[in-house]
């Protein structure tokens, strides 16, 4: 593709043929375009220089800078232009393939891989990118640093899924996605609303922003420029949002509505949690995860709704549900004999600590302890929640490091401490391989350890930079130690 061809509205620009496109300096080689970015802690105006000695045809820009002696491409939102640029450079892959975005505070991961495991099921070739990785016909393309990548990525990765052979690409699409314009150019399917709870107001500052920015998903369903025909929105309608949504989207496209209060076109009875899964009926087929918690009912029947739009029967969707054995760091069973529970969850708001809690509580016969920090440079605003709802239902906190980032770790325990003033029941121990084995060394025959927060993640983002560091393995590694003396 020529530059002129992938920038049509720049008619200056020459015919130059276009090797490649990138935000990232390094990646630039001879004939690239490089989007220089300016980024909360990064200015890719920096790197100009080093893009341009590198080989690049041109540079795009939102900001006027001195005159190069390579085309300058000035537009106005530069967030737009990488995405138009990535899917035109690619050739539009999405559009040949059915695309389900799923978005939402919680839930996404969970209903991805219950979707991906029905999908398997029914023999269908899917590609799933999310919170975990980007993955396409069974096959890891990357690991994820970003629920959502940015479009120049995604678009580059839909190209591989769609040579992979995949026709099903499910996506987890975040608020910052939306926000960001990184899907934008992709005609979806359809669209799934998990739930609306308290989180990423350090970006969009208010709860109806962040309800404005997952609403995009749904307003690209019924979008003039989405061509795609028999589109479809799937709505959890026990969320407060998810009823305005519905009411939003009624007459404009089909709604399939999931539920477990109100009448809906799928929903579950017969609920019957334990602490191996859930066994239930979704209208009247008898159904079972091997995940934990009444609102992975939710999850389930979002998955099966999804599937129903691809033509898979409920039979054959609930098989699929079965056959999913877990999803890394939801609730994730670390078990290696030892008389009491262990689970690592990715619980890192206070609606998704409290349902971690519920979950476990019902089958309670000894003490419940957990193990919990908060992010640092993110929403401050959960923090005491959390704190509170940790004292609350836990026995016994151990109050620790999660990643903290460049903030200082004594105002994220202090704003943390703010919710659990008044409660004997807490230790701060900031090491966090400490206080996971701290708890793992107090824990008795049926006692519960959930450690919280990290979930699937394999590393830990210090004040001094990124290394690995894995719950589950210090779990295990606290397990052999203390409890098998190994």
């Known amino acids: 593709m020529t530059l002129s061809a992938l920038f049509p509205e720049h008619k200056a620009l020459p015919s130059t043929e276009v090797a490649g496109i990138t935000d990232n300096s390094k990646e630039v080689g001879p004939g690239y375009v490089f989007f220089a970015v300016k980024g909360h802690t990064v200015d890719g105006h920096d790197f100009i220089p080093a893009a341009i000695k590198q080989g690049a045809a041109a540079i795009v820009t939102q900001q006027d800078i001195a005159p190069l002696n390579v085309s300058v491409i000035k537009v106005p939102d530069i967030a737009a232009a990488m995405a138009r640029a990535a899917c035109a450079f690619y050739g539009n892959p999405a559009q040949s393939l059915n695309v389900i975005g799923i978005t939402g505070t919680k839930g996404k991961t969970s209903i991805s891989y219950l979707l991906e495991s029905i999908l398997q099921t029914a023999g269908k070739s899917s590609g799933v990118f999310g919170t975990i990785n980007y993955r396409a016909a069974g096959k890891v393309l990357a690991p994820a640093p970003n629920t959502t990548p940015a479009a120049l990525t995604l678009q580059k990765m839909i190209k591989q899924a769609k040579d992979a052979g995949v026709k ?228 016994f906190v151990f109050l620790t490091n999660d990643n903290p980032r460049a903030e200082d770790q004594k105002q994220i325990f202090a704003d943390i401490l703010a919710g659990m003033q008044g409660a004997q029941n807490y230790k701060v121990i900031p090491d966090r391989r400490a206080a996971i084995q701290e708890a793992i060394q107090a824990a008795g025959k049926n006692d519960i350890v959930i450690i919280a927060g990290k979930g699937h993640e394999d590393y830990q983002i210090l004040p001094a930079g990124k290394i690995h560091f894995s719950d589950r393995e210090e779990a295990a590694a606290a397990i052999k130690k203390y409890v098998y003396k190994s």
């Open 168 to 395: 099903v690409l499910v996506s987890e699409v975040s608020s910052h996605a939306l926000e960001l314009k990184r899907v934008q150019g992709i005609n979806f399917n359809t669209a799934v609303f998990t739930n609306l709870q308290r989180d990423h107001l350090d970006f969009h500052e208010t709860f109806e922003n962040y309800f404005a920015a997952k609403k995009k998903l749904f307003e690209n369903l019924i979008s003039p420029q989405n061509t795609k025909k028999n589109n479809t929105a799937i709505i959890n309608i026990d969320d407060e949002y998810g009823q305005k949504l519905a009411a939003f989207l009624e007459g404009k496209i089909r709604v399939i509505t999931c539920s477990l209060q109100n009448k809906a076109d799928f929903t579950a009875a017969d609920i019957r949690p334990s602490l191996d899964g859930v066994t239930f009926k979704i209208n009247g087929q008898g159904a079972r995860i091997n995940l934990l918690g009444r609102h992975n009912v939710y999850n389930a029947l979002a998955a099966v709704a999804a599937a129903h739009t691809l033509g898979i029967n409920l039979e054959t969707a609930t098989e699929g549900l079965a056959a999913l054995k877990g999803v890394p760091g939801r609730m994730e069973r670390v078990d290696l004999g030892q008389g009491f529970y262990v689970f690592v969850d990715f619980a890192y708001t206070n609606e998704s600590m409290q349902k971690a809690f519920e979950v476990v509580a019902q089958f309670k016969k000894g003490k419940i302890f957990i193990v919990f920090g908060c992010g640092g440079q993110r929403d401050r605003t959960k923090r005491p929640l959390m704190g509170q709802t940790a004292v609350k239902n836990a026995d």
